[in-house]
Nanobody
Framework: QVQLVESGGGLVQAGGSLRLSCAASGRTFSNYAMGWFRQAPGKEREFVAAISWSGGSTSYTDSVKGRFTISRDNAKNTVYLQMNSLKPEDTAVYYC???????????????????WSQGTQVTVSS
C-alpha cells in the first residue's frame, strides 16, 4: 500500500515562510505526478501545486504563484512545498497526494483516484 508521510506544518506570522515535505513509499513513483492540496474549514478542497516526476513540469493555482515553489527529490521519493510570503488566507490543512495512474493529472483528481497524506495544519497569523 502506498503511504505518504507529511511534515513541516505549524504556526507562522504573516509574511513568514514554511516548508512542507512529504515522503512516499510503497511503489515506484517514476512517471507519477505528486502535489499538494489544502482545505480550510467550511471550504472545498483546493488544488495548490503539482509536479511531474517524469518531465519535471510544475503547476500552481493562481493564488500562490510567485510565493510557493514545489520541488522533488526522487532519490528520497519526497516532494516539497516551499511557502514564502505567507498570508492568513493560506491557513488550512495541507495534504500531499499522488495519482494512482501513471501520467495522471492531479489538478482535477477525484478523491478515489489518488493516495493522500493525513494532512498537516498550517496556520498563518495576522
Amino acid at each position: 500500500q502506498v503511504q505518504l508521510v507529511e511534515s513541516g506544518g505549524g504556526l507562522v506570522q504573516a509574511g513568514g515562510s514554511l516548508r512542507l515535505s512529504c515522503a512516499a513509499s510503497g511503489r515506484t513513483f517514476s512517471n507519477y505526478a505528486m502535489g499538494w492540496f489544502r482545505q480550510a474549514p467550511g471550504k472545498e478542497r483546493e488544488f495548490v501545486a503539482a509536479i511531474s516526476w517524469s518531465g519535471g513540469s510544475t503547476s500552481y493555482t493562481d493564488s500562490v504563484k510567485g510565493r510557493f515553489t514545489i520541488s522533488r527529490d526522487n532519490a528520497k521519493n519526497t516532494v516539497y512545498l516551499q511557502m514564502n510570503s505567507l498570508k492568513p488566507e493560506d491557513t488550512a490543512v495541507y495534504y500531499c497526494a499522488t495519482h494512482k495512474e501513471a501520467y495522471g493529472t492531479l489538478r482535477s483528481i477525484q478523491q478515489k483516484q489518488g493516495y493522500w497524506s493525513q494532512g498537516t495544519q498550517v496556520t498563518v497569523s495576522s
